[in-house]
């Protein structure tokens, strides 16, 4: 693996959101990454019921804040609208499920 | 890229199947702390054990809340104290205990293994030292954990040992009679016993480990119960593989933990201890694992054959995630850990020698059982030794945490609270084992034993 394929890996988090699908989630999330110069990568959606699961993978590469402030900033967000938002690095599942 | 599917099993493997990390534990040498002076070297301990493990807890919550996963236990062990404790002229090793116990709450771990020691062919006057000191040190301390290895597959079992754990088991419960003998669920007694094991109560640092090591304990028995759930028609070998694939996912978790905790503590990672280590909470016991494989109670003929293909496919599928396995690495069967085992035991399902025919083959022997607080220190013994000699003869580490709760009777409940949960006093034998206990000496160790 190169260095800089090394690099871009360590730094790509998992953005969850679970909850009922409401107006402006992904627009409160996306607004919070890149306040915080944070590349989203991927986005997949599915709403199940009336519960909706967004996945998103972005790159932190640049920016402002690290991982733990991310996640401390898209928790609150999360309360304010009532659906569950996280933040965990890909690592934790890419070893689950990548060999 | 990672799929949809695969990032939602992993939330809902942490968020419904309550998948976590059960403990990071800092193993850590003592040996440069040896002092004539006892107060010098106690000093030193504390000192070692603050130093080194200062970072533990902040990193590893750090690393939960990074990956997402709950990282339960942050736990230390060091160096059998006998070997530390054995330069001075002091007769009551309690001193050494206080250090310990005084540093891991400036640390913040709940529990440091470590007051233990080695008798399995016999007993320097260090290791008689610290042996007599345990009920003490157990009984006035609140994080210290204790642990004695009897016997191994190369020594035979030490019986005078095994004699002097039994007095010591109900020493220790009289101490801590006004808890129902909690002491003694901080007591294992070993056959066989693995040097790098993280988990409570019977973690020590070996005397071949580094000076400091990260070990890992993963657990999980509610994410194999829930995919176990979802063959229940399926044959056997599909079961088998069912396990596999998920211990196999459980497993590079740990492994993915452990070393990002060993790399920002700045010392090297040490093994992953793949386990089911069930706890108290609804739907993280390893008896519902049993059920679910469709007995309709833990303790009924098939357990035992249920327990040993979950044992060996939790290994299987583990030993494939990690690089280095290690530990106890199987299945535990705590009763009053578990909550599937304590209904299991209080509708007559399961019995102590049930348990002991499971100890053969899961990672570990009985564990938290209460007992009549009436038993004699010799049936203690005899319990001990027999579990003993199926790890003797098995080539493989059982061990027994056994509590004679002071005046309870068959039929009562014991209550420690939190991850020790609360346990039915079980049914012993009543039939004396007086004078086989009382002959002293040694158990010859087996034939197999002379492998070379």
């Known amino acids: 693996m190169s260095d800089t394929t090394k690099k871009e890996m360590k730094n790509r988090v998992i953005v969850t959101v679970l909850g009922p699908d409401k107006v402006g989630i992904i627009a409160g999330v996306a607004q919070i990454l890149a306040e915080n110069n944070i590349n989203i990568l991927d986005i997949s959606q599915t709403i199940l019921q009336e519960f909706l699961a967004m996945v998103l993978i972005a790159d932190m590469d640049a920016s402002t804040v690290d991982l733990l402030e991310l996640k401390q900033k898209l928790n609150e967000l999360g309360e304010k609208i009532g659906v569950r938002i996280d933040a965990q690095h890909e690592d934790a599942f890419s070893y689950m499920h990548r060999i | ?452």
């Open chain 2, 1 to 452: 890229m990672l799929t949809m599917q695969e990032i939602m099993e992993t939330i809902k493997m942490v968020q419904e199947e309550k998948l976590d990390i059960r403990t990071i534990t800092m193993g850590i040498s003592l040996r440069d702390c040896c002092h004539p002076a006892p107060h010098k070297a106690a000093d030193k301990i504390y000192d070692k054990i603050t130093r080194l493990a200062e970072n533990l807890v902040p990193v590893g919550e750090n690393i939960a809340r990074e990956f997402g996963i709950p990282i339960v236990n942050k736990r230390i062990s060091v160096t059998p104290i006998s070997l530390v404790g054995e330069c001075t002229e002091i007769d009551d090793y309690y001193i050494f205990a206080r250090a310990m116990d005084k540093a891991a709450r400036e640390v913040g771990v709940n529990f440091i293994g470590g007051f233990s020691t080695l008798v399995h062919k016999g007993m320097t006057r260090g290791d008689a030292k610290l042996i007599q000191s345990i009920p003490r040190a157990l009984a006035e301390t609140e994080r210290v954990c204790a642990s004695v290895n009897v016997a191994t597959t190369k020594a035979g079992i030490n019986m005078d040992a095994v004699h002097l754990m039994g007095n010591v088991i109900k020493e220790t419960a009289e101490r801590t009679r006004d808890k129902d003998g909690l002491g003694c669920a901080k007591l294992v007694t070993f056959a066989n016993v693995p040097e790098d094991n993280p988990f409570m109560a019977g973690a020590f640092h070996g005397v071949g480990e580094p000076e400091s090591v990260i070990n890992v304990g993963v657990s999980g028995p509610g994410v194999v119960n829930r995919a176990v759930s979802r063959v229940r028609e399926a044959d056997f070998g599909t079961l088998a593989e069912t396990i596999k694939k998920t211990a196999f996912k459980i497993t590079r978790m740990g492994e993915l933990v452990g070393r990002t905790a060993a790399s920002r503590l700045g010392v090297p990672f040490g093994i992953v201890d793949i386990s089911l280590a069930p706890t108290p909470a609804v739907g993280d016991s390893v008896a519902e694992i049993l059920e679910s494989m469709g007995l309709e109670r833990c303790g009924t003929h098939g357990t035992t054959a249920a327990l040993a293909l979950l044992n060996d496919a939790v290994k299987k599928g583990g030993a494939m995630a990690s690089s280095y396995v290690g530990g106890l690495s199987g299945a535990f069967i705590p009763v009053s850990e578990d909550a599937g085992m304590v209904r299991a035991v209080e509708e007559g399902a399961l019995g102590l020698d049930k348990l002991e025919a499971m100890t053969c083959v899961c990672s570990v022997g009985l564990d938290m059982i209460a007992v009549p607080g009436d038993t004699s220190a010799e049936t203690l013994a005899a319990i001990i030794a027999d579990e003993a000699a199926i790890g003797v003869i098995n080539q493989k580490t059982t061990a027994v945490r056994i509590i004679p709760a002071p005046g309870k009777k068959t039929g009562d409940r014991v209550e420690y609270g939190g991850l020790l949960g609360s346990a039915p006093v079980m049914l012993v034998h009543p039939f004396s084992s007086t004078e086989f206990v009382r002959r002293g000496g040694r158990i010859p160790a087996p034939v197999h034993s002379l492998s070379n």
